[in-house]
């Protein structure tokens, strides 16, 4: 499976799969590269982070709006 384009779309780095699925960041680099075949359970990982983050960024919006953050920028 590619992960790498629903991994771009979702706007994640690497970096932030990793640190998020305990993953490292050269094992992903090398699935996506094709070298390595990830385990069912890693996948399963990189898909909820995935499928998590549209959710997550909302989340982000929300409190920036109820703290006064975008407000107070003007």
Do not use: H, W
């Not at 991994?7 to 490292?24: D, G, H, M, P, Y």
């Not at 990189?46 to 975008?70: L, W, Y």
């Amino acid at each position: 499976m590619n992960i790498r384009e629903p991994r771009k779309a979702a706007r994640l780095t690497q970096i932030e799969v990793a640190q998020r699925t305990c993953i490292s960041r050269m094992r992903i680099s090398l699935a996506e590269c094709g070298y390595v075949n990830l385990t069912q359970d890693e996948l399963a990982a990189i898909q909820t982070v995935i499928a998590e983050e549209p959710t997550r960024r909302a989340n982000k919006i929300r409190e920036a709006f109820t703290d006064g953050e975008v407000l107070a920028r003007g």
